[in-house]
């Protein structure tokens, strides 16, 4: 979990000092990089745990989630966007994150049947 976590909130972060300093990849990476961030989170946590598709689903919600609160919480720190976003930009992180998990534990049951475990 930590590491998805981790690696989720180090790719957030990244975003949004990125469109600190370039507000044209802000006003259209923001919304959809933010998405996309949180459903690798829960991707590579559902992957990497393997253990059902509630587990993985409910780590990717965690993951996402996480990744996600802190991602918003920096963009509003520096002011790009409004608090309002925090809730629900949050609730949108974690249902992402969930079907990352799903789609992370779908990858692990194909790599199991093709043998490409590690």
């Known amino acids: 979990m930590q590491r998805a976590a981790v690696i989720g909130i180090a790719m957030q972060i990244t975003m949004v000092v990125i469109g600190n300093y370039i507000p044209w990849f802000r006003a259209h990476f923001y919304a959809f990089g933010c998405m996309m961030i949180a459903g690798l989170a829960g991707l590579f946590y559902a992957r990497d745990f393997a253990q059902g598709y509630a587990r993985g689903a409910l780590g990717g919600a965690i993951a ?9 919480s920096v963009a509003n720190i ?10 629900f930009g949050t609730a949108l992180t974690i249902v992402v994150g969930a079907i990352g998990g799903l789609f992370g ?4 049951n194909i790599r199991k049947l093709t043998n490409r475990d590690r």
């Open 64 to 72: 996402g989630g996480t990744s996600g609160i802190i991602g918003i």
């Open 78 to 87: 520096l002011g790009h966007v409004a608090l309002i976003v925090l809730p």
């Open 105 to 108: 534990q779908m990858a692990a």
